[in-house]
C-alpha cells in the first residue's frame, strides 16, 4: 500500500504562482512514477506532468508546459508541483498519484488508469 498526501492548494490570482507538494508512504518511493492530473468541475480528470523513478525525466501536459515544474525528492519521499503564471483554467482540484511502471513511455506515463494509488487531491482555484 502507498498512501499520498497532498498539499499547497489554494486561491490565487491569475499570474501567481502556487506550489503543491505530495507527502508519500509506505511501498518504496524510488519505485514509483510520480504524476500530478487535475480535475475541473464537470470535466473529467486530466494529466498534468510525470516525473520518473530517479527524477532525471519528466513529462507535461502542452497545456502547463513551461508553466510548471515537477520535482521529486526520493529520500524525503515527497514528490512537488511549482505552478507559476497560473491562469483561471487551471483551477481544479490536482492529484498526486503513484505507480508502479516499469517502462517510460508517454502514452502510459499519461493515462490515468496506468497508476495504482491517488491521493485525496487539493482544491486550486485561480481567480481573474
Known amino acids: 500500500q502507498v498512501q499520498l498526501v497532498e498539499s499547497g492548494g489554494g486561491l490565487v490570482q491569475a499570474g501567481d504562482s502556487l506550489s503543491l507538494s505530495c507527502a508519500a508512504s509506505?511501498?518504496?518511493?524510488?519505485?514509483?512514477?510520480m504524476g500530478w492530473f487535475r480535475q475541473a468541475a464537470g470535466k473529467e480528470r486530466e494529466f498534468v506532468a510525470a516525473?520518473?523513478?530517479?527524477?532525471?525525466?519528466?513529462y507535461y501536459a502542452g497545456s502547463v508546459k513551461g508553466r510548471f515544474t515537477i520535482s521529486r525528492d526520493n529520500a524525503k519521499n515527497t514528490v512537488h508541483l511549482q505552478m507559476n503564471s497560473l491562469k483561471p483554467e487551471d483551477t481544479a482540484v490536482y492529484y498526486c498519484?503513484?505507480?508502479?511502471?516499469?517502462?517510460?513511455?508517454?502514452?502510459?506515463?499519461?493515462?490515468?488508469?496506468?497508476?495504482?494509488?491517488w491521493g485525496q487531491g487539493t482544491q486550486v482555484t485561480v481567480s481573474s
Open positions: 498519484a503513484a505507480g508502479f511502471i516499469g517502462h517510460w513511455n508517454s502514452d502510459y506515463i499519461r493515462s490515468a488508469s496506468s497508476y495504482d494509488y
Open positions: 509506505g511501498r518504496t518511493f524510488s519505485s514509483s512514477v
Open positions: 516525473i520518473s523513478w530517479s527524477g532525471g525525466t519528466t
